[in-house]
């Protein structure tokens, strides 16, 4: 799109050292088969693998519910407080290596209550390896609860309630798991009553599912960011609302490729996004499964050639704009990144 022009080589480590922020991350996707072994025999969780080749041979889906079958068992193994700071540390450690300075994080209480585990383990636990994170690398990061929409409401207000002690410490509620057939308008109750307690608001949506689940994600949930969207792009004046409104777009292209959204990697429709004015940005989603960090989604882009640095640029100020970041905040990371545009002098 810009006038910037870089050999292939350079624009890999321009783009692998672009100050950025993550906005879609789901920490138990973070979890690789190394630490799920390691944390199984901490905790004497049997395991249907019996080697992590075989873990990561597993991995191979062909749509969101495929993969989610597979990711809800690996969440077996974390069990007390130390794992899931293990599962945040080692998230972090891996995203300040491709220069993240803040993640947004999603995690599903759901998916430990209903095994036992209490709400205020698997929290103490992530918060005990985000304050690690900004400790040793100076990487910021907020929490977002999401619920699992193939649970009904109930289960969702019950989550909703166990929050309460940490509404602090919480920045936002998201909705995730499996789209198609769980419409928004199914947890519009939900999330209106997580608006009054102040809390922000995201939900995945186009996904697998049609475009009038973003209608209802924007009209019923009342979103601030948009997790996915992809498939916003058949509605015309649907695109038109999402760009004159300045929504962040939180696009996962390794996912959209192990996932079967789209056939090919070279045909992701984030430069489409951008042409239309589409605040884009790129993330990992779940990287253990994905095959790839954030960097690594960024990489996967340079192939097609569409994207130039001056667009790389801009996706990596989009991860900034679209944060739940104080303005004060995100103004700094933006003269960071422009400062870091400069030296590289593309
Ligand atoms: N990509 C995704 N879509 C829906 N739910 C998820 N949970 C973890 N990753 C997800
Ligand atoms: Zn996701």
């Given at each position: 799109m810009g006038s910037h022009r870089l050999p292939l080589h350079d624009l890999a480590g321009f783009v692998a050292g672009l100050p950025k922020a993550e906005l879609h991350l789901h920490i138990e996707g973070s979890l690789e088969p190394e630490l799920m072994f390691a944390l199984a025999k901490r905790n004497r969780v049997a395991i249907p693998f019996d080697s992590v080749e075989a873990v990561r041979a597993a991995?191979?889906?062909?749509?969101l519910q495929d993969f989610l079958d597979i990711y809800y068992q690996g969440?077996?193994?974390?069990?007390?407080e130390e794992d899931f700071r293990d599962l945040a540390t080692a998230y972090f450690d891996r995203a300040a290596a491709d220069a993240v300075r803040h993640a947004e994080i999603f995690f599903d209480p759901q998916t430990h209550t209903d095994r036992g585990i209490s709400f205020d383990v698997v929290v103490t636990g992530l918060l005990a390896g985000m304050a690690e994170a900004e400790a040793k690398h100076g990487l910021t990061s907020k929490l977002i609860l999401c619920f699992?929409?193939?649970?009904d409401e109930e289960a969702a207000f019950a989550t909703l309630k166990a929050a309460e002690p940490w509404l602090d410490r919480i920045a936002a509620v998201g909705l995730d798991s499996s789209e198609v057939g769980h419409p928004p308008s199914k947890f519009e109750r939900v999330f209106a009553r997580a608006g009054e307690m102040g809390l922000l608001r995201v939900a995945h949506a186009g996904e697998e599912g049609p475009p009038a689940y973003v209608h209802e994600a924007l009209d019923?949930?009342?979103?601030?960011r948009l997790d996915?969207?992809?498939?916003?792009?058949?509605?015309p004046a649907l695109v038109t609302r999402l760009a004159r409104s300045g929504m962040t777009f939180t696009v996962c292209p390794l996912s959209n490729l192990k996932l079967c959204v789209i056939d090919d990697i070279d045909a992701h429709p984030i430069e489409r996004m951008l042409r239309l004015g589409l605040r884009a940005t790129v993330n990992s989603d779940d990287p253990a499964y994905f095959g790839g960090y954030v960097n690594d989604n960024y990489r996967a882009l340079?192939?097609?050639?569409?994207?130039d640095a001056g667009d790389f640029a801009t996706l990596a100020r989009n991860s900034f704009l679209g944060s739940f970041l104080d303005d004060a905040t995100v103004s700094r990371h933006l003269a960071a990144l422009d400062a870091y545009v400069d030296a590289a002098a593309v």
């Open positions: 991995y191979s889906f062909s749509n969440a077996d193994v974390l069990r007390v699992l929409r193939h649970l019923l949930l009342h979103i601030d996915h969207g992809n498939r916003a792009l058949e509605d340079i192939p097609a050639g569409k994207l």
